[in-house]
DNA sequence: GTCGTAGTACGACGGGCATCGTAGTATGGG
DNA sequence: CCCATACTACGATGCCCGTCGTACTACGAC
């Protein structure tokens, strides 16, 4: 079985996460797994790079402590670490998250 | 008299907000000013970083939309566009300075 | 006018980042 | 076992960013 790393609670640092999320794709996907309970596949949010460059940006995300990933068969699902976030930096990602979804209407 | 280019309220897009906030030079200088009433100059707040690059972080604040600059005599006053933010993304400002200042206690 | 203070402009440099294509590795299904 | 699907690894490329030093400009005080 496939394992990914995600860094803990307490290493989530707030320039990360803002770098994360500063960047059109990762805030694509973040207002994509905000907009659904269930964990989401890659392959489900068409992001308009190449597969490869997707890639990258999921890690980003992982790499940062935004996003879980973890592996189901030949899928990799993705879901918001809401919970973790919010206990760190309260009310910050449902900011950000109503901040972008105010201006993709615009 | 010198007189600096800010966007327009309109035109400031999240992308841009977030990553000025992605730095730590640039969060400390939007903590300071957010513990400050008054319009702060670029000297009373120490970077650690020598001039030219502080100069470099305080246009990229302004140009995102987050801080404005105006000339008194030799120096630069800065302050916060807490309105203008809170008016395209509430809230988004406050929860930003409230998780870096808690960052910064640990 | 001269001087000091505050900040700017410019060019350089090194590192990181977004992007891609190609080749490769799981995993599950027939 | 073979194949398709889903994603990864790797290397390349070009751009942007943080950093600096040096030389410069604006302003106020004397």
Redesign the interface.
């Known amino acids: 079985m496939r394992v990914l790393d995600h860094p803990a609670v307490e290493d989530i ?3 990360s996460v ?2 994360a ?4 794709r990762r ?1 694509e996907v973040v207002c994509f797994l905000a907009n659904s309970d269930v964990e989401v596949p890659c392959s489900e949010i068409d992001l308009a790079v190449s597969k490869s460059t997707g890639t990258h940006h999921y890690r980003v995300l992982r790499e940062a402590g935004v996003i879980s990933q973890v592996y189901r068969g030949t899928a990799k699902l993705n879901s918001l670490r809401r919970a973790d976030l919010d206990a ?5 990602l449902e ?2 998250i ?3 979804t ?2 993709s209407r615009t």
């Open positions: 640092r707030l320039e803002l770098h999320l500063a960047d059109p805030l760190l930096f309260p009310g910050l900011r950000v109503a901040a972008a105010k201006q």
